[in-house]
């Protein structure tokens, strides 16, 4: 069982910088593949980034691409989202989540999942 505990979200303006963090509640995250997801308000959620259990590979989704970085310590079992250049439709409840194997891009694949950290941009 792996749990997952996010923290670093805020109230923030545009254009501003937040890093949020997984932590993982597990003897070693190594053989896990980490992903970051987001929900706005009234909206379906989204997908966001992952990371490889290595960190050797990583994608993003093309609203974030050059703004936001995921990598990860799996020394601290830790995955980080560093987002930059936030702009107001960043704004929604951030989840980590965790998956053994390779990542993917659908939230139904992921077995883990933390209890979300509140990302909001003003504007």
């Known amino acids: 069982q792996v749990q997952l505990v996010e923290s670093g979200g805020g109230l923030v303006q545009a254009g501003a910088s937040l890093r949020l963090s997984c932590a993982a509640s597990?003897?070693?995250?190594?053989?896990?593949?980490g992903a970051w997801f987001r929900q706005a308000p009234g909206k379906e959620r989204e997908f966001v980034a992952a990371i490889s259990y290595s960190g050797g590979t990583m994608h993003y989704a093309d609203s974030v691409k050059g703004r936001f970085t995921v990598s990860r310590d799996n020394a601290k079992n830790t995955v980080y989202l560093q987002m930059k250049r936030l702009k107001p439709e960043d704004t929604a409840i951030y989840y980590c989540?965790?998956?053994?194997?390779?990542?993917?891009?659908?939230?139904?694949?992921?077995?883990?999942w933390g209890q979300g950290t509140q990302v909001t941009v003003s504007s």
């Open positions: 597990v003897r070693t995250f190594i053989p896990y593949a």
């Open positions: 989540a965790a998956k053994t194997y390779g990542f993917t891009i659908k939230g139904e694949d992921y077995d883990y």
